[in-house]
């Protein structure tokens, strides 16, 4: 039985493959940059809304590790759009989350 491993090619017209690295790499530094700025900030507040953000980032940059493996072959594309897209949810949950503590603990602080 012979192991299947799909690869895009980097080279070729059709691929797009070094235009897709390059993208996933770009996308990589930046996510690991918001990532470790939102680290320094909850290290700094301490509160659950940035720590809500930092696992928001993490995964984020969680995404770009989805990407680049799926471009090594060590994801099929079926499991690189599952992956991607619960990654996606888990964001979103994640952002929401933090807006809505930190709406609800500042109305409970501050007399309105």
Request: hydrophobic share 60%; aromatic share 6%; glycine share 6%.
């Given at each position: 039985?012979?192991?299947?491993?799909?690869?895009?090619?980097?080279?070729?017209?059709?691929?797009?493959?070094?235009?897709?690295?390059?993208?996933?790499?770009?996308?990589?530094?930046?996510?690991?940059?918001?990532?470790?700025?939102?680290?320094?900030?909850?290290?700094?507040?301490?509160?659950?809304?940035?720590?809500?953000?930092?696992?928001?980032?993490?995964?984020?940059?969680?995404?770009?590790?989805?990407?680049?493996?799926?471009?090594?072959?060590?994801?099929?594309?079926?499991?690189?759009?599952?992956?991607?897209?619960?990654?996606?949810?888990?964001l979103v949950a994640l952002v929401v989350a933090?807006?809505?503590?930190?709406?609800?603990?500042?109305?409970?602080?501050?007399?309105?």
């Amino acid at each position: 039985m012979a192991l299947h491993v799909h690869t895009i090619p980097l080279i070729g017209p059709a691929s797009m493959g070094l235009v897709t690295v390059v993208a996933v790499t770009i996308a990589a530094l930046g996510a690991a940059t918001l990532f470790g700025l939102a680290l320094a900030a909850f290290v700094r507040r301490r509160s659950r809304p940035y720590l809500l953000l930092v696992a928001a980032f993490a995964a984020l940059l969680a995404r770009s590790a989805v990407a680049a493996a799926t471009l090594s072959g060590l994801l099929s594309p079926t499991a690189h759009h599952v992956l991607e897209h619960g990654l996606d949810a888990v964001l979103v949950a994640l952002v929401v989350a933090a807006v809505y503590y930190a709406r609800t603990v500042r109305r409970e602080v501050s007399p309105s």
